[in-house]
């Protein structure tokens, strides 16, 4: 983009935009001919350039909905061409119309009729015009309906053409809808220099300015062609020119499609967003009330209207997710209760941010060691804050604790570390942050106890646990008594006229909640199998040992005894899932609670006899490995090509780490905590995911696996009854007490003995 080459002597070097206008003004008056016309055609370039910079996001905004809509009206066809033509019957208005002639003529479901046409039934002998008319009218109405339902995800295992397409599209709104001139506002400029485009071109016409009679308009055009040439002359046009040629340059990049391999690879790269591309430029946004948890309507208006300072914050955020950080600033003191995989993490850090921007310098996050090293990549990844890692030796703990009290930003500790934190540390906390928060729900624990003094020091204090009751209400109301004790203590859970209802509108101050499904439109859906055999042979004799002698552990481990294929029915099904999963270039995680049943996996899936040949097997990951090491497994098993196993004791693997790479969870035994699990296959169910997550629980019929099973159903319904919804359903809640783990053991242990005997 350059001005003409024109040199008028009026237009010289200027050192500033006034001294531009003035000399350009007080000059020689430009005079109509082949120099003022330059200038007209330069300044109609510039404008038109700005303009078209400016509107190129929606442009590409709308190219990429026109590309959704074609994926999406395929999916449409696809569902319509499989319903029978005659559930029209329900939605043809008027007399009752019979279909058969419909389907003789070989239109025997609705998406055949919709692409067949009303004269084409028109054709058919036994269908008049308005009959035909009725029917399409109820063919046009289903459709709706489906359109409406219908989800749009993006499948990398389908590759389809239109797919490509619309990642492409999504692709170029990504790189056009940022600012691409940075700067002064651009589209003042351009205003300016329209507002003189007018008259100045017919100031530079001699024939306009001869049938122009008027003086004062032709002093009007002279002036406004020197106003144009004295602006399109000023530093700041000069300036602009430079901005606008690198804007033309990126747009020039951003309209170039990609091989669609390369396409497809950035996606899976970025599957996150992606999908939030997809869900702005389509409309996707699930419904407001979804979004804010359920909450009041009072409380949702103060926190949706809080205006969040995202200045500080280096990634994009969902609906959800601002809200979920407005409500953490205006509450101050609550619990973030969100489902596992709706990004607990980055919601805090928009809260910490937003704080950061406004004049707030220390934060501080308490979480299980083996999350520190995520925290602080998340820290770095997402935000301009600097994170301190306050872990590991007591000499290197202290060295960053002293450089966060100095320097402030956010420092990351462990709930054992903070117990040795000093207690006159002469730091003001802007906001404390306590993940997994589920961790300091007895009372009478030490890391309970001071996270309970650090809590009542700050100011703000956000708690995020996916689990905010796994056991019981009263667990729930510890979490709720670290925040806001008035609210623990008005809730007095032996009160028989505590329904629900009460229970919601008590802690709705303090809790936020939302689920997968209600925000999540683009999660890929997960499908849960429960994959029963039958203990024999040698399991069955270690079973039965097991039962006898009282041995828990040993009950729920028998069924991998003796550690081979042909001896251990539960073996044999995991080698057969890992080997359906290798043949589709999935990968997979193997969840257990016991360390030597890990083992016994990773020693069979490795073995050329009875192993999955071409499978990379990745571990045991176990609590004794390292935060980093962990990690540093996870991200072996990511970057694994081709089929991959990653075999992890469950709460080591279940906590803290993203495994979006793997699609299908095999978990060995049932855990006593429901909870364990959720977190587990959130590990991987999560944004991000690209694929159908299929979870595989391996059970024994008629043994420990059933039992626990079902004496855990009350806990699962106390969770969904309680904590899974801001919006708690109506139930006693002195009624959701399954009682401790010892006592499930005890149970369990008894009824086994019983039955085996009465065998």
């Given amino acids: 983009m350059r001005r003409p080459s024109t040199t008028l002597a009026h237009t010289a070097d200027l050192t500033s935009d006034t001294e531009a206008e003035g000399n350009s003004l007080d000059a020689e008056p430009l005079r109509a001919g082949k120099a003022a016309r330059a200038i007209v055609a330069d300044g109609r370039a510039v404008h038109d350039a700005i303009e078209a910079v400016l509107a190129a996001p929606e442009e590409s905004r709308e190219v990429a909905r026109r590309a959704y809509e074609v994926v ?64 399409m009218a109820a063919a046009w109405q289903m459709r709706e309906s489906v359109e409406e339902s219908v989800r749009v995800r993006i499948e990398p295992d389908a590759r389809t053409p239109e797919q490509a397409a619309l990642i492409a599209a999504l692709r170029r709104y990504e790189r056009t809808r940022s600012p691409l001139m940075k700067g002064p506002d651009p589209s003042l400029l351009a205003t300016e220099i329209g507002h003189h485009l007018g008259p100045a071109a017919r100031g530079a016409s001699r024939r306009r300015m001869l049938f122009t009679f008027s003086e004062e308009k032709k002093q009007e055009a002279r002036d406004a062609l020197a106003q144009l040439d004295a602006t399109l002359s000023s530093k700041k046009v000069t300036a602009a020119r430079k901005r606008l040629s690198r804007a033309e340059s990126q747009l020039d990049k951003a309209r170039k499609i990609p091989r669609a391999a390369r396409l497809w690879s950035d996606y899976l790269a970025r599957p996150v967003a992606y999908n939030a591309l997809l869900i702005e430029v389509a409309g996707l946004d699930p419904t407001k009330e979804a979004g804010q948890g359920f909450l009041p309507a ?36 609550v619990i973030l209760g969100d489902e596992m995989g709706l990004g607990k993490t980055i919601q805090s850090l928009a809260a910490m941010c937003h704080l950061a921007a406004k004049g707030e310098t220390h934060f501080l996050v308490v979480c299980p060691a083996s999350v520190v090293v995520n925290w602080t990549r998340e820290v770095e990844r997402h935000t301009l804050l600097e994170a301190h890692r306050m872990h590991g030796p007591g000499e290197k703990r202290e060295a960053a604790q002293q450089e966060w009290v100095a320097r402030g930003g956010v420092t990351i500790t462990t709930f054992e570390a903070l117990r040795t934190m000093p207690e006159d540390l002469d730091v003001s906390v802007a906001m404390m942050v306590v993940d997994e928060a589920h961790y300091v729900k007895n009372p009478n624990a030490l890391r309970t106890q001071a996270v309970g003094e650090w809590a009542a020091r700050s100011r703000r204090v956000l708690f995020l646990t996916g689990t905010p009751m796994e056991n019981k209400v009263r667990e729930f109301l510890v979490l709720v008594g670290h925040l806001r004790p008035e609210v623990a203590e008005n809730l007095d859970i032996a009160d028989e006229a505590l329904d629900g209802t009460k229970f ?102 490795g073995s050329e006899r009875d192993g999955v040949q071409g499978v990379h097997v990745v571990g045991p990951l176990t609590g004794d490995i390292p935060p980093m090491g962990r990690q540093a497994m996870v991200d072996e098993f990511t970057a694994a090509k081709g089929p991959a196993v990653l075999v992890s004791q469950i709460q080591a693997g279940g906590v803290g780490l993203n495994i979006q790479a793997a699609s299908v969870i095999i978990i060995a035994e049932p855990q006593l905590t429901p909870s364990i699990e959720e977190q587990a296959i959130a590990r991987a169910h999560r944004m991000g995911q690209v694929r159908r997550v299929d979870v595989h629980r391996l059970l024994c019929g008629d043994s420990v696996d059933q039992r626990v099973l079902e004496l855990l159903a009350d806990k699962r319904e106390a969770f969904d009854e309680y904590a899974r919804r801001s919006d708690m359903a109506n139930a006693a809640p002195d009624a959701v007490d399954t009682g401790s783990e010892t006592e499930l053991r005890h149970t369990i242990v008894a009824a086994e003995q019983k039955r085996l005997k009465a065998a």
């Fill in 72 to 135: 999406r009206d395929q999916l449409v066809a696809g569902e319509l061409d499989t319903v029978p033509v005659d559930q029209l019957r329900e939605l043809v208005r008027g007399r009752p119309v019979t279909f058969t002639p419909v389907r003789d003529a070989g239109l025997d479901t609705v998406g055949a009729v919709l692409t067949a046409g009303a004269e084409a039934l028109r054709r058919i002998p036994g269908v008049r015009r308005r009959t035909a008319k009725r029917i």
């Fill in 504 to 605: 919601r509108e008590a802690v709705a101050p303090v809790y936020l909640r939302r689920n997968q499904e209600d925000v999540l439109s683009e999660l890929p859906p997960r499908l849960e199998t429960q994959e029963w055999v039958t203990l024999e042979g040698p399991t069955l004799r270690a079973y039965r040992e097991a039962v006898i002698a009282g041995n828990f552990m040993a009950m729920r481990r028998a069924a991998f005894d003796p550690g081979t294929v042909k001896g251990s029915p539960k073996l044999r099904r995991l080698v057969e899932i890992v080997s359906e999963a290798a043949d589709g270039g999935r990968k997979v995680v193997v969840f257990s609670y016991f360390r030597d049943v890990l083992e016994t996996v990773t020693q069979v899936l």
């Fill in 298 to 333: 009072d409380i949702a208006e103060q926190v949706r209207v809080f205006p969040l300072d995202r200045s500080r914050l280096k990634t994009s955020l969902r609906a959800y997710q601002a809200f979920g950080a407005r409500f953490a600033l205006v509450q101050e003191r």
